[in-house]
């Protein structure tokens, strides 16, 4: 009797770190997954600002 009790209790410890393990895993890859697209959209924004000060037409011909 005292081994299955031992049994269940492990069983369910390690169904709970498991669940503990994939949710935490879960939002990692959240908080990863937000930061990745949080610096494309500021390296976006940083791009196209560039391109619009060194390739605008006005700007090249008031340098002329």
Not at 8 to 22: E, G, K
Not at 41 to 60: K, L, T, V
Request: hydrophobic content about 40%; charged content about 20%.
């Amino acid at each position: 009797m005292h081994s299955i009790r031992t049994a269940i209790l492990t069983t369910l410890a390690f169904s709970l770190l498991l669940q503990v393990a994939y949710f935490g895993s879960v939002l990692f890859l959240v908080w990863r997954s937000s930061c990745a697209r949080g610096a494309g959209q500021r390296a976006e924004h940083f791009g196209s600002s560039q391109e619009d000060r060194h390739e605008s037409p006005d700007y090249n011909e008031g340098e002329e």
